[in-house]
């Protein structure tokens, strides 16, 4: 009887093992590698061509007409610029995965960190954007605001 609880013993350890090791996937290295190949290609997109605010909802307000007639360039270089006709305003831009020290740790995924110092109404755009989607001719992107809880789009369509 002794022996058969050890085979017992012996074979739920086994199980337990291997239970184990395939709950460690080779998946999570995948993520990492997709993770990475996403943000390339999030920043390649962005740094093709000029791109104009198309939506801005600021918490409770539409503010799009805040930036009519601008067009933003996202430099290799992590420079923003903004140009509407003589005037021009310039932050800085980049994609950062979740895992990044530029992340706010409340969101997964990746990041689209836009920074302006002023004017004021450039400023509202200050965030690490969570990116709802990206695609060659849009870019759509969302923050939940952490002071008041409200939820914030700002959508960029190339020009």
């Not at 012996?10 to 337990?16: D, K, L, Y």
């Not at 932050?91 to 950062?96: A, R």
């Not at 689209?112 to 990206?134: C, K, Q, R, T, Y």
Request: aromatic residues 12%; contains cysteine; proline residues 1%.
């Amino acid at each position: 009887m002794k022996t058969m609880k050890m085979k017992i013993a012996s074979m739920f350890v086994i199980i337990m093992y291997i239970v184990t090791v395939a709950a460690c996937s080779k998946d999570d290295n995948n993520n990492d590698s997709q993770q990475n190949a996403t943000v390339q290609q999030t920043i390649t997109t962005a740094q093709t061509g000029s791109w104009k605010v198309t939506y801005f909802f600021d918490t409770d307000h539409e503010e799009t007409n805040h930036f009519t007639g601008y067009a933003f360039t996202f430099n290799e270089n992590g420079s923003l610029v903004a140009v509407n006709g003589s005037t021009t305003i310039t932050g800085t831009w980049s994609v950062t995965d979740s895992n990044s020290s530029d992340d706010d740790g409340g969101s997964s995924g990746i990041d689209f960190n836009i920074f302006f110092a002023s004017p004021p109404d450039f400023e509202d755009l200050s965030d690490d954007w969570d990116i709802i989607s990206v695609s060659s001719s849009k870019i759509e992107l969302t923050d939940v605001s952490g002071g008041n809880g409200g939820t914030d789009f700002l959508t960029f369509e190339r020009i």
